[in-house]
T-cell receptor, first 116, second 113 residues
Framework: ETGVTQSPTHLIKTRGQQVTLRCSSQ?????VSWYQQALGQGPQFIFQ???????GRGNFPPRFSGLQFPNYSSELNVNALELDDSALYLC???????????????FGPGTRLLVL | GENVEQHPSTLSVQEGDSAVIKCTYS??????FPWYKQELGKRPQLIID?????GEKKDQRIAVTLNKTAKHFSLHITETQPEDSAVYFC????????????FGKGTSLLVTP
């Protein structure tokens, strides 16, 4: 198992609400990426954070936003929830930029979000 | 952006047989190709990866081959066991334009005893 942790494990929200998901990266990793995995699909890249700044973003609307903290943990915030936001949200951590194998990403267990 | 196609979507083999999963990618600048195994309700687990300066990599019963000219890479599992049953995802990444993994849609592998 990786050292990446996520909370909560499951969450149920209603349409229009807001949600915050949390991720703690593996020790020594300063980069966190977030992915959305719909049922039966591969993970889709949302965005990546490095040194507390967004370092790339996928094709997701602005109501998906994030933060990274000085201890490299990260949050994913989703506003104005829609039914299609129901998915498994995964975070992945990777080793410092410029370092060896910086591309290698290790996933947390995910947060399963259900929007009713 | 990068587009990764994965085939087959489902694969059933008998225990002891080999399994092969193939992926193609569109971005010729992609230079990193990991494979993840995801069991039901679990996290994607990195099982093997390959970088574009290598044509083949092996780790016990698992091997990955990369053909940069044809822009495809494959996962080979030999002597399959029931515990190999899971969904396998390939991915591609161009480290020169960021660190977003672009995943295929997955292959559901079933190994029957």
């Amino acid at each position: 198992e990786t050292g990446v942790t996520q909370s909560p494990t499951h969450l149920i929200k209603t349409r229009g609400q807001q949600v915050t998901l949390r991720c703690s990266s593996q020790s020594g990793h300063n980069t966190v990426s977030w992915y959305q995995q719909a049922l039966g699909q591969g993970p889709q890249f949302i965005f990546q954070y490095y040194r507390e700044e967004e370092n790339g973003r996928g094709n997701f609307p602005p109501r998906f936003s994030g933060l990274q903290f000085p201890n490299y943990s990260s949050e994913l915030n989703v506003n104005a929830l829609e039914l299609d936001d129901s998915a498994l949200y995964l975070c992945a951590s990777s080793s410092p930029h410029g370092g060896t194998y910086q591309e290698t990403q290790y996933f947390g267990p995910g947060t399963r979000l259900l929007v009713l | 952006g990068e587009n990764v196609e994965q085939h087959p979507s489902t694969l059933s083999v008998q225990e002891g047989d080999s399994a092969v999963i193939k992926c193609t990618y569109s971005d010729s600048a992609s230079n990193y190709f990991p494979w993840y195994k995801q069991e039901l309700g679990k996290r994607p687990q990195l099982i093997i990866d390959i970088r574009s300066n290598v044509g083949e990599k092996k780790d016990q019963r698992i091997a990955v081959t990369l053909n940069k000219t044809a822009k495809h890479f494959s996962l080979h599992i030999t002597e399959t066991q029931p515990e190999d049953s899971a969904v396998y995802f390939c991915a591609g990444l161009n480290s020169n334009s960021g660190y977003a993994l672009n995943f295929g849609k997955g292959t559901s592998l079933l190994v029957t005893p």
